[in-house]
């Protein structure tokens, strides 16, 4: 339970201090993202003030956190019907798309952590996680395709400058089913790693893997974060340009060879204990090296090959994890 005091300490700290933050500087919110200011400041305040209620029921659940399922349920769920009111405003054009970050830390990265914890006492709870992981990155992967107009597949940027700002609130989805994504293959590898675990795999080797998928994590959110708050606003060409190459570095580089690597490192052990040996484990070798060929192809900016090596590793990659979530 260690973990999970941990947690939703950290929510309640958080709860606390963004409810602070709104209660005593109202104006603050609507001055950083570049909104209009309140005609009633005082309704944010009121805002404020109820997340700071959720944060005192966080803070009881870390100290009592066998007896908090219906206070994380509530959290929950207003953890994710806050995102989908934010994208249909998005649609509706009346929020702007730079206002994600506030969707990112007040619910989205802690969907999985309290999705874990709801599900500690069911008996196929692995299964459950890994399997919800798939389902994204199935949906995320559509979402490319249906954005591939903006992206490294057009190689004319004003193009894709155009397509953007035509399509903003497509472009806005699919990179927000991204960020779910990102933070499901980290919960995809805690739960591989713990299935290893039951096979008396070498915990170094587990913590490692999981430790350096981890840290590419962040990447992939300030890329992701990037696409939907900076390419979304309006610029030079070469400003959409030089933001897209860093976004790219960022997420099909550097998170997604960090990714990679933890995967490696993973499947060794896999092959190892004889969870994914055969024809599995040949496969998931690879798709990680599909993987690392896109990470290579990114830092040399390749444009061509990225295309190539990025469907080549979606396309792997959705049966293996498929086949992983059954398996585990």
């Given at each position: 339970?260690?973990?999970?005091r941990?947690?939703?300490?950290l929510?309640?700290?958080?709860?606390?201090?963004?409810?602070?933050?709104?209660?005593?500087?109202?104006h603050?919110?609507?001055?950083?993202?570049?909104?209009?200011?309140p005609?009633?400041?005082w309704?944010?305040?009121?805002?404020?003030?109820?997340?700071?209620i959720?944060?005192?029921?966080?803070?009881?659940?870390?100290?009592r956190?066998?007896?908090?399922?219906?206070?994380?349920?509530?959290?929950?769920?207003?953890?994710?019907?806050?995102?989908?009111?934010?994208?249909?405003?998005?649609?509706?054009?009346?929020?702007?798309?730079?206002?994600?970050?506030?969707?990112?830390?007040?619910?989205?990265?802690?969907?999985?952590?309290?999705?874990?914890?709801?599900?500690?006492?069911v008996?196929?709870?692995r299964?459950?996680?890994?399997?919800?992981?798939v389902?994204v990155?199935?949906?995320?992967?559509?979402?490319?395709?249906?954005?591939?107009?903006?992206?490294?597949?057009?190689?004319?940027?004003?193009?894709?400058?155009?397509?953007?700002?035509?399509?903003?609130?497509?472009?806005?989805?699919?990179?927000?089913?991204?960020?779910?994504?990102?933070?499901?293959?980290?919960?995809?590898?805690?739960?591989?790693?713990?299935r290893?675990?039951?096979r008396?795999?070498?915990?170094?080797?587990l913590?490692?893997?999981?430790?350096?998928?981890?840290?590419?994590?962040?990447?992939d959110?300030?890329?992701?974060?990037l696409?939907?708050?900076?390419?979304t606003?309006?610029q030079?060409?070469?400003?959409?340009?030089?933001?897209a190459?860093a976004?790219?570095?960022?997420?099909?580089g550097?998170?997604?060879?960090?990714?990679?690597?933890?995967?490696?490192?993973?499947?060794?052990?896999?092959?190892?204990?004889?969870?994914?040996?055969?024809?599995?484990?040949?496969?998931?070798?690879?798709?990680?090296?599909a993987?690392?060929?896109?990470?290579a192809?990114?830092?040399?900016?390749?444009?061509?090959?990225?295309?190539?090596?990025?469907?080549?590793?979606?396309?792997?990659?959705?049966?293996?994890?498929?086949?992983?979530?059954?398996?585990?």
């Amino acid at each position: 339970m260690t973990a999970y005091r941990i947690i939703f300490a950290l929510a309640a700290i958080y709860n606390a201090a963004f409810g602070a933050w709104a209660v005593v500087r109202p104006h603050s919110f609507f001055t950083l993202f570049d909104l209009n200011p309140p005609l009633y400041p005082w309704l944010w305040a009121c805002v404020g003030m109820v997340l700071g209620i959720y944060g005192i029921a966080y803070a009881y659940v870390a100290w009592r956190p066998d007896h908090g399922d219906v206070l994380v349920v509530i959290g929950l769920l207003g953890k994710v019907l806050g995102p989908i009111g934010w994208l249909w405003y998005v649609w509706h054009g009346t929020v702007p798309p730079r206002t994600f970050p506030l969707i990112l830390t007040n619910d989205l990265v802690w969907w999985f952590p309290f999705l874990f914890y709801l599900l500690r006492n069911v008996r196929r709870r692995r299964s459950i996680i890994a399997w919800a992981v798939v389902v994204v990155h199935f949906a995320a992967c559509l979402g490319l395709v249906a954005v591939r107009s903006g992206t490294e597949a057009v190689s004319d940027f004003t193009e894709r400058v155009r397509w953007v700002a035509e399509s903003t609130p497509q472009w806005t989805t699919c990179w927000l089913l991204w960020v779910i994504a990102s933070l499901g293959i980290a919960a995809l590898f805690v739960v591989w790693g713990q299935r290893l675990a039951e096979r008396s795999a070498s915990r170094t080797a587990l913590i490692v893997g999981c430790a350096v998928c981890a840290i590419g994590v962040p990447f992939d959110l300030v890329s992701e974060t990037l696409n939907i708050v900076v390419l979304t606003s309006p610029q030079p060409v070469e400003q959409f340009a030089q933001t897209a190459r860093a976004c790219a570095f960022l997420g099909a580089g550097i998170a997604n060879g960090l990714y990679c690597g933890g995967g490696v490192i993973l499947s060794f052990v896999s092959w190892k204990t004889g969870f994914q040996r055969g024809w599995l484990g040949l496969f998931a070798m690879a798709m990680w090296s599909a993987g690392l060929a896109l990470t290579a192809t990114t830092f040399f900016e390749h444009r061509e090959a990225m295309v190539v090596t990025g469907a080549v590793l979606m396309v792997l990659f959705l049966p293996w994890s498929a086949l992983t979530a059954r398996r585990i």
